[in-house]
């Protein structure tokens, strides 16, 4: 009796140190992921400017690209605004349009604009009104590689097609050699990645692929990557922990997983003068490029992906936030017009460009907010 | 005599007095509901999936069970589970394969070889490994053993590409494949197939290994001929438990292996997929739509979970008469 009562208790001590242990152990792991691209820069003089609606507690979800802007944002409304609560939570777009069509979020965020059925179905949560776009958070993807001893790799669209769709297998090879005659290529074999989860990333990069480059990317685009062959991981950090990892490897990610793992970025040949960087600049030219497509208050851009405009990085992602544009909850409309107010700000865009996003143009920020003031 | 007759006569006296008291009729029902609330359960989930599943497989655009892709949010939808049937039943395959022989070992070694104090220590530390939270295993899999596993799948592609099955097509891609989530949930499920199985170890009889002692068996002749054999049930049901969180298995999956919709023997190749794996990846940014049809996939692996189980069922009802367990 005694035995066992003593075996017992030795078991559940070695247990606790188990646990306490791997608790330890996910607590390294997360902090890798997240890792340098938490929120800091921007956070300092903002909170002067910011025009407070009334005390609410706003809750929102939505897109993961937009989670470390939204960090800085929230926090910095927190602060001048004290009574509010904000609380967005990054579960993925496609959740996110889900719970602000069920009605239970002030406003979603999403990598892509709403579609017509979802216009359709919103109609049900915004009483006399629909879902529009508005764009709020512009961003670079980047496409990372690791060739040691090749810096300012250059490539132009339809070689990217053929890299992502394995029919370039080898860095030495002519198309790359053409676009690069002073570097030294090796004849690595081309490990390309992409990602194994749906993500907006993918569907903007492979929207990009066919709107520059359509005769050598077939496929026909979406949230889940559909080209055969190269390797996949999931979520943009672990594309890029793959590409730091792997030597001849290359990846598409936002910039900010790049600038945070070091990791050389492709400069794209757009026709324009010189290849473009990806870079937060070179991303809002590109951005004040695009076309507004959304019908009446919506403002859903397309970009010009064969854009040859100076300096315009044509691979950008735009996301949006989604609210009503008639018929948003009494108790929330106030605060959700004043935060929407300051992130389309000037001093709420200006604080992006240190995460990697890309602010939106004047031309385009000045519409955002004058259909933010009109919501009701 | 007397008692013969009384028993005939009465119903089985054992019955009618319980079922009167006020504690064994609480009882009785509590027990009863426990027991009717598992069935509504299961009836619940199998009601709930298939609902969901019939809507979105009458709207795939493909045939679901031979299509490879997983595009349920193109327009019109075309998705199927061909590549992650597969994947998840050879990766669990390969785990099977590696778990229980060493498994058993473990637990014969615990069990009847090791000394007292080098037994319970290590029977802990084999408990220890069932604790670890499956993205645990999956950061190290990805972090550690995929690298350390290139030189493995590198001898394997140069002295037994000729089988096909360890043909790598190209020798430079990392070994993020089904073979390595294979060995991953091998060291996942060790645990659970040696714990129960050590159980099952110290429950055959003393009087068996003493009487296969006294004819003179040695070490070795005692587990073949008395431990063994009446463990074998046992060891089924333990291999089962094991297999059930392999075919389940998410994260660690989902960290390690480099999905993409792709059917190959070739088994050291970065392709693949596991339901789970794909549900984890597919979910987050899918809609109403995406989601019923991951639902779909959940149905099927279901239906995969209870067909293994069926089939262990049915060797263990086979091979009773070797088990004690069926006295």
């Not at chain 2, 029902?29 to 609330?37: D, E, K």
């Not at chain 2, 390969?94 to 080098?118: K, Q």
């Not at chain 2, 060891?235 to 089962?240: E, N, P, W």
């Amino acid at each position: 009796m005694k035995l066992t009562r003593k075996t017992g208790l030795r078991s559940l001590a070695v247990g606790a140190i188990a646990v306490s242990s791997a608790l330890v152990l996910t607590a390294c792991g997360s902090d890798n992921n997240s890792g340098s691209s938490s929120p800091s820069g921007g956070a300092s003089n903002a909170a002067a400017s910011i025009k407070c609606g009334s005390k609410a507690n706003l809750l929102a979800s939505g897109s993961t690209a937009q989670k470390n802007a939204m960090d800085v944002w929230v926090k910095n409304y927190m602060q001048a605004c004290s009574g509010t609560q904000i609380n967005y939570k990054p579960t993925g777009s496609g959740a996110g349009v889900t719970e602000f069509l069920q009605g239970s979020t002030a406003f979603a965020g999403s990598d892509s604009a709403l579609k017509p059925e979802e216009i359709t179905k919103s109609k049900a949560v915004c009483k006399g009104g629909e879902g529009v776009d508005l764009p709020m958070v512009g961003g670079p993807i980047a496409v990372g590689y690791n060739l040691p001893g090749v810096d300012n790799l250059v490539l132009d669209a339809p070689t990217l097609a053929k890299i992502f769709d394995s029919k370039i297998k080898t860095w030495d090879d002519p198309a790359i050699k053409k676009l690069n005659p002073n570097a030294k290529l090796p004849s690595t074999s081309i490990q390309a990645f992409h990602r194994s989860d749906e993500s907006g990333t993918t569907d903007n990069f492979t929207k990009y692929l066919k709107g520059a480059a359509p005769s050598d990317w077939s496929y026909s685009g979406g949230k889940a990557w559909q080209a055969q062959g190269g390797q996949s991981a999931p979520q943009s950090s672990g594309v890029a922990a793959q590409v730091k990892q792997t030597n001849g490897a290359i990846g598409y990610f936002e910039l900010s997983y790049a600038t945070a793992s070091n990791i050389p970025t492709v400069k794209i040949d757009t026709g324009a003068s010189a290849p473009v960087a990806a870079t937060s600049d070179a991303a809002s030219k590109a951005i004040a490029d695009a076309k507004i497509v959304g019908t009446g208050s919506d403002l859903a851009l397309k970009l010009n992906y064969a854009t040859k405009a100076e300096g315009a990085y044509p691979i950008t992602l735009v996301t949006y936030e989604i609210a009503c544009d008639k018929g948003n909850k009494p108790d929330t409309l106030d605060a959700t017009k004043a935060f929407l107010n300051y992130v389309a700000s000037d001093d709420g865009q200006k604080g992006l460009s240190s995460q990697g996003y890309a602010p939106l143009p004047a031309e385009i920020a000045t519409k955002v907010r004058s259909t933010i003031s009109s919501l009701s | 005599m007397d008692i013969v007759s009384t028993s005939g006569e009465h119903p089985p006296p054992s019955r009618q007095p319980a079922a009167t008291r006020l504690g064994d009729r609480v009882f009785l029902g509590l027990s009863r509901g426990s027991g009717i609330l598992l069935l509504v359960i299961m009836a619940a989930i199998a009601v709930f999936l298939t609902v969901r599943a019939i809507h979105a497989i009458s709207l795939d655009h493909s045939n679901f069970f031979t299509t490879y892709e997983w595009n349920a949010s193109l327009n019109p939808p075309s998705f199927g589970i061909a590549v992650l049937a597969y994947g998840t039943l050879v990766s669990s395959l390969i785990a099977m394969l590696i778990a229980v022989p060493i498994s058993v070992g473990i637990a014969l070694f615990i069990t009847h070889y090791a000394p007292r104090r080098l037994a319970s220590p290590l029977a802990y530390l084999v408990d220890l490994l069932a604790a670890v939270p499956s993205i645990v295993y999956g950061l190290w899999g990805g972090l550690y053993l995929v690298p350390h596993l290139q030189g493995l799948n590198l001898w394997l592609n140069d002295y037994l590409s000729w089988t096909g099955v360890f043909h790598k097509s190209d020798p430079n891609s990392a070994a993020r494949s089904l073979f390595t989530v294979g060995i991953l949930l091998a060291i996942m499920i060790v645990p659970i197939i040696t714990n129960v199985t050590r159980e099952v170890f110290r429950q055959v009889p003393k009087a068996h290994e003493e009487a296969a002692l006294a004819l003179g068996a040695t070490r070795w002749e005692v587990v073949r001929m008395s431990v063994l054999p009446f463990a074998r049930s046992g060891i089924i049901s333990a291999s089962m438990l094991g297999l059930g969180r392999a075919l389940g298995e998410t994260m660690a999956v989902a960290t390690v292996l480099s999905a993409s919709p792709v059917l190959t023997q070739r088994l050291l190749d970065p392709v693949g997929g596991t339901f789970a794996q794909n549900i984890a990846a597919k979910f987050a940014e899918a809609d109403n739509f995406g989601r019923d049809a991951l639902i779909a996939s959940g149905l099927v692996l279901f239906v995969i979970t209870l067909l293994v189980n069926g089939a262990a069922r049915l060797i263990i009802a086979r091979r009773r008469e070797y088990s004690g367990a069926a006295l």
